[in-house]
Antibody, heavy 118, light 107 residues
Framework: QVQLVESGGGVVQPGRSLRLSCATSGFTFSDYDIHWVRQTPGKGLEWVAVISYDGSNKYYADSVKGRFTISRDNSKNTLYLQMNSLRAEDTAVYYC???????????WGQGTLVTVSS | DIQMTQSPSSLSASVGDRVTITCQASQDIRNYLNWYQQKPGKAPKLLIYDASNLETGVPSRFSGSGSGTDFTFTISSLQPDDIATYYCQQYDNLPLTFGGGTKVEIK
């Protein structure tokens, strides 16, 4: 069955960096675009970034552009999110999510919590 | 960015009741609208895609309708297992955007 498992979350000070990983199985990873979406109690669900199936195209939310970098390793079936210059408002549960070929996000990981605090 | 306005933000209904949630987009999104169910501590689960298509394995008491800017999500007969928060989401344009969510409780 399709599985996405995030890791790498934790507590980090403002201005520091963190790298999230999303290990996948149960589908042909290299065939699908994958997203990062985050969720905070106050702001609900917020889309963060997407990377195309082959890594050639990447798009970011304005709130993270220039600070976050999405990447993937199709040989390892793994997605990454490098987060630099972290701010308190980046505190959230981060989900990786697979996009169906026709468009909708159909599977999500269980999420990893990132807390930015001094 | 396309704004998604979802209402109500919460509702309380009895088992067996018909429940309706609405979602309005700030511009035409054709039928590129999904509905997700999220239970506490869990990831969102896709219920309806392309406004009205039931995801495989999802009970038929869930349905969706609409196109353009106005969409509706319905639970025809509320069950105890349906206690959750429901979100609409558009994918006509990046950035993907979500409604604010509707928390459904049992009366």
């Amino acid at each position: 069955q399709v599985q996405l498992v995030e890791s790498g979350g934790g507590v980090v000070q403002p201005g520091r960096s963190l790298r999230l990983s999303c290990a996948t199985s149960g589908f042909t990873f290299s065939d699908y675009d994958i997203h990062w979406v985050r969720q905070t109690p106050g702001k609900g669900l917020e889309w963060v970034a997407v990377i195309s199936y082959d890594g050639s195209n990447k798009y970011y939310a304005d709130s993270v552009k220039g600070r976050f970098t999405i990447s993937r390793d199709n040989s390892k079936n793994t997605l990454y999110l490098q987060m630099n210059s972290l701010r308190a408002e980046d505190t959230a549960v981060y989900y990786c999510a697979k996009q169906e070929e026709t468009g909708p996000i159909d599977y999500w990981g269980q999420g990893t919590l990132v807390t930015v605090s001094s | 960015d396309i704004q998604m306005t979802q209402s109500p933000s919460s509702l309380s209904a009895s088992v067996g009741d018909r429940v309706t949630i609405t979602c309005q987009a700030s511009q035409d999104i054709r039928n590129y609208l999904n509905w997700y169910q999220q239970k506490p501590g869990k990831a969102p689960k896709l219920l309806i895609y392309d406004a009205s298509n039931l995801e495989t394995g999802v009970p038929s008491r869930f349905s969706g309708s609409g196109s353009g800017t106005d969409f509706t999500f319905t639970i025809s007969s509320l069950q105890p297992d349906d206690i959750a928060t429901y979100y609409c989401q558009q994918y006509d344009n990046l950035p993907l955007t979500f409604g604010g969510g509707t928390k459904v409780e049992i009366k």
